[in-house]
Each structure stands twice: as structure tokens, then as C-alpha cells.
């Protein structure tokens, strides 16, 4: 079993940044991946970013692209994001979840191949 836990978020203004962490415990896999999804109010949670655990590879949505990096602390079994230029449109409840694997070069996109996720970070990007 894993654990997630996001902690970060917060109100701030257009053009401001956020810093997002999930901390893991319990079992990882070090094939697997650590993805942040987002879900604003009336619409489908969606991806943002990937990395994988051994290698640091990385994939973002083009959204978010040049705005946002994925990091990873492997000796803390935590994940960052880092959400630079922030937008009205980037509002949402933010997600963290782990894929257990293995993965090679392709990394999960879709919420449904992920096993297990946090309860969420509420992000609210004021204009």
C-alpha cells in the first residue's frame, strides 16, 4: 500500500507561483511514475505532469509546458511541482498519484493507470 499526501497549495495571484509537494510512504516502486493531475470544478481531472522515479524522465501537457516542473527527491520519496507564471485557468484541486510500473521510455498520462492518489491541493489563481 502507498500513501500520498499533497500539501502547497493556496490562493495566489495571476503570474505568481506555487510550490507543490507529495510525500509517499509506505511501498514505492522504482520503476514506477509520480503524476499531478488537476480537476477544476464542472470538468474531468486531467493531466499536468509525469516523472519516473528512476531515471527522472519527464512529460508535461502542453498547458502547462515552460510554466511548470516535476521534480523528485528519491532519498525523501517526495515530489515536486513548481507552478511558475500561474493562471486564472490553472485553478483547480491538484492530485498527486503513483503508478507502480514498470515503464520505459512511454510514462502514464491517463488517471486511470494509476494506482493509488492523495486526497488533493486546493490551487486558486486569482485574476
Known amino acids: 500500500q502507498v500513501q500520498l499526501v499533497e500539501s502547497g497549495g493556496g490562493l495566489v495571484q495571476a503570474g505568481g507561483s506555487l510550490r507543490l509537494s507529495c510525500a509517499a510512504s509506505g511501498r514505492t516502486f522504482s520503476g514506477g511514475a509520480m503524476g499531478w493531475f488537476r480537476q477544476a470544478p464542472g470538468k474531468e481531472r486531467e493531466f499536468v505532469s509525469v516523472?519516473?522515479?528512476?531515471?527522472?524522465?519527464?512529460y508535461y501537457a502542453d498547458s502547462v509546458k515552460g510554466r511548470f516542473t516535476i521534480s523528485r527527491d528519491n532519498a525523501k520519496n517526495t515530489v515536486y511541482l513548481q507552478m511558475n507564471s500561474l493562471k486564472p485557468e490553472d485553478t483547480g484541486v491538484y492530485y498527486c498519484a503513483a503508478d507502480r510500473g514498470p515503464w520505459g521510455i512511454d510514462l502514464p498520462v491517463r488517471p486511470t493507470t494509476y494506482d493509488y492518489w492523495g486526497q488533493g491541493t486546493q490551487v486558486t489563481v486569482s485574476s
Open positions: 516523472i519516473s522515479w528512476n531515471l527522472g524522465r519527464t
